[in-house]
Structure formats: structure tokens, C-alpha cells
Nanobody
Framework: QVQLVESGGGLVQAGGSLRLSCAASETRISINAMGWYRQAPGKQRELVAASTSGDSTTYANSVKGRFTISRDNSKNTVYLQMNSLKPEDTAVYYC?????????WGQGTQVTVSS
């Protein structure tokens, strides 16, 4: 069982920045992919950014050029640097990690962007 611990959410004004972190409880395993989803009230959960073990990255169109995902594979930690935040970025952000066919989820961290 892998646990994911997230940190870095909070309240920020539009145009501001936040950095989310997500650390896996196990550092001696190989994680295929790590990334972030988000879910706003009344909306479906959507992929924000993902990073594979081959250093390939994927971003939602709505965050391209503003968000950057990075990983420290030695620590099984993934980061999401969020710049130029907009009110529509307000959501609960969930970290995930995929090991083979198993996907683990973090508890979620609230990001609120005020206008």
C-alpha cells in the first residue's frame, strides 16, 4: 500500500502562484506515472498534469504555459508549480501515482483563487 501526502494548497489572489507537493510513502519502488487531477464543485474530476517515468509530461490545455509539473524520482515526489492563477483554477487538487495497473490517490488539497 502506497500513501500519498499532499501539501501546498491554499488561498491566493488571481495572478498569484502556488506550489503543490506530493510525496509517496515508499521511496524504494518504481512509480510509472505521477500527476495531478482537480475537481471543482459540480464538475467532473479532470487531469491537470502528468509525468511518466520516461520524463514525458502532459498538460490540460487550460493550464499549458502556466503550470509546470516536475518529479524527484529518488524521493518519489511530484510537484506542481502553478503560476498566473485564475479563479477558474479553484478546485480540490488530487495527486495520483500509478504502479503498473494500480492507481493510488492523495487526500486532496484545496486551491482557491480569488478574483
Amino acid at each position: 500500500q502506497v500513501q500519498l501526502v499532499e501539501s501546498g494548497g491554499g488561498l491566493v489572489q488571481a495572478g498569484g502562484s502556488l506550489r503543490l507537493s506530493c510525496a509517496a510513502s515508499e521511496t524504494r519502488i518504481s512509480i510509472n506515472a505521477m500527476g495531478w487531477y482537480r475537481q471543482a464543485p459540480g464538475k467532473q474530476r479532470e487531469l491537470v498534469a502528468a509525468s511518466t517515468s520516461g520524463d514525458s509530461t502532459t498538460y490540460a490545455n487550460s493550464v499549458k504555459g502556466r503550470f509546470t509539473i516536475s518529479r524527484d524520482n529518488s524521493k518519489n515526489t511530484v510537484y506542481l508549480q502553478m503560476n498566473s492563477l485564475k479563479p477558474e483554477d479553484t478546485a480540490v487538487y488530487y495527486c495520483y501515482a500509478r504502479l503498473g495497473t494500480i492507481v493510488y490517490w492523495g487526500q486532496g488539497t484545496q486551491v482557491t483563487v480569488s478574483s
